[in-house]
C-alpha cells in the first residue's frame, strides 16, 4: 500500500524518538491528524519552547530555563551528587533520599567512543568543591560509569574531598535466581555485617 | 523537584499521544532537547504538513492527500471492505489477503456515545454499491463493531447486495487455555467441517 507522503514523513520524526518503533510512530502520526489545528499549532510550539528556553545550568549542567537551575539555588549541603546525565537527576530526586547539590556530566568516558574528560562537564565540578565535604559518583554501574567513577575519584581525592560511589548490589525485590553473575558476585563481595 | 516549565508543557503534548504516560512522555521531551534546532523545525514542520494535506478520499472517506485515494484509483474489484477507521485499512492491506475496495466509516455505531448513523460515513457508502457484488464487514468484533455490521447488513441486503462479517474464533498461535469464553464459545458455535 502506498503511504500518504506526509503521514510517512511525521511517523519517521516520531521514529527519532527514544524506544519508538516504525509501529508506534505511524500510530501517533494518525494520532495527530485526529488533533485540531490549535493543538498541532500548540504541540509545534511546545516543541520549539523546549529547544529555546532550556538551558545548561551554569554551575552544575542541568536542564534549566535560568542561569541557575533551581536545585543549585536551594540546596546548601556539603555534598556533590556527579551523574551522568539529568535525567538521573530526575531519578535520584524522587527517591527523596539526597538533599544535597547535584553535578551532570553529559556523558561518560568512553575511549571506544573517544569521549575524553575534555568532552564532559569536569572543569566546572572542580571549580565547586570549596566546602564540600564529600562527591558521591552516582554514573551507571557499567564499564564506562565506572571508568568514569575511577578517574573523577583520582581528580578529586587529592584536594581534600571523600568520593564516594553508590552501592552495588542485588536490587529491592529482585530474585537471585534471575540476578546476573556479575551482580550476584559483586553483591557477595561487598556483603555487610547484620 | 520543581520542573522546567517548558519541558512539562512539551510532556504534556506528548502525553496526548496514545499510549504515552507521563514517563514516556517525559523521557520524549527530553529528547528533543537533544535534538538539533533543524530537527525540531522539520519535526515542527511535519506535524503542521499532516495536519494540512491530509484529507479524506471523497469515495471512501480514507485519508489521502489527494482528491481520491491511491486505493480508490486502482482498485477494480466487485467487493467493498467497510471498516470503521483508517488504521484497519492498513491492517488489512498489511494481510495480502484482500485486494477490492475500502469504505472508512470513522467510527461504530455507539447509544452510549451519541454517535448514530448520521455521524458516520455511511451515506456515501451507498452511492458506491453500483456494480458490487459483496460488501465485507470488517468492524472489530466487540458491542459496538456488532451492532454497526447489523445496521449495515438490514441496509445494504435490500439492495441486493451480498453483506458479509469477517469470521470470528480462535486466533492463530493463540492458546485454547489462553482464550476467553465468549471467543471460546463462539469459535465452537461456527466449527467448520474438515
Given at each position: 500500500m502506498k503511504e500518504i507522503k506526509s503521514i510517512a514523513a511525521l511517523a519517521s520524526r516520531f521514529g527519532t524518538l527514544p524506544g519508538?518503533?516504525?509501529?508506534?510512530?505511524?500510530?501517533?502520526?494518525?494520532?495527530?491528524?485526529?488533533?485540531?489545528?490549535?493543538?498541532?499549532?500548540?504541540?509545534?510550539?511546545?516543541?520549539r519552547e523546549v529547544k529555546s528556553s532550556v538551558k545548561l545550568c551554569?554551575?552544575?549542567?542541568?536542564f534549566t530555563?535560568?542561569?541557575?537551575?533551581?536545585?543549585?539555588k536551594t540546596r546548601?549541603?556539603?555534598?556533590?551528587?556527579?551523574?551522568?546525565?539529568?535525567?538521573?537527576?530526575?531519578?535520584?530526586?524522587k527517591t527523596g533520599a539526597f538533599d544535597g547539590k547535584y553535578h551532570v556530566l553529559?556523558?561518560?568516558?568512553?575511549?571506544?567512543?573517544?569521549?575524553?574528560?575534555?568532552?564532559?562537564?569536569?572543569?566546572?565540578?572542580l571549580g565547586r568543591l570549596n566546602g564540600i565535604d564529600e562527591v558521591i559518583i552516582a554514573t551507571n554501574p557499567d564499564v564506562e560509569g565506572?571508568?568514569?567513577?575511577?578517574?573523577?575519584?583520582?581528580?578529586?581525592?587529592?584536594?581534600?574531598v571523600k568520593v564516594t560511589r553508590i552501592a552495588q548490589g542485588i536490587s529491592m525485590g529482585s530474585e537471585l535466581e534471575y540476578a546476573d553473575a556479575?551482580?550476584?558476585?559483586?553483591?557477595?563481595?561487598?556483603?555487610?555485617?547484620l
Open positions: 519508538v518503533g516504525r509501529k508506534t510512530a505511524l500510530r501517533y502520526a494518525y494520532a495527530v491528524i485526529d488533533m485540531s489545528e490549535q493543538d498541532v499549532d500548540a504541540f509545534c510550539a511546545a516543541l551554569a554551575e552544575c549542567g542541568n530555563d535560568d542561569e541557575v537551575c533551581e536545585l543549585c546548601h549541603g556539603k555534598q556533590i551528587c556527579v551523574v551522568a546525565y539529568p535525567k538521573d537527576v530526575i531519578a535520584i530526586e553529559h556523558g561518560t568516558l568512553s575511549p571506544m567512543n573517544n569521549r575524553t574528560p575534555d568532552d564532559l562537564n569536569i572543569k566546572s565540578l565506572e571508568a568514569t567513577a575511577v578517574y573523577l575519584a583520582r581528580l578529586i581525592k587529592p584536594l581534600g556479575v551482580t550476584l558476585s559483586q553483591a557477595l563481595g561487598r556483603r555487610t555485617a
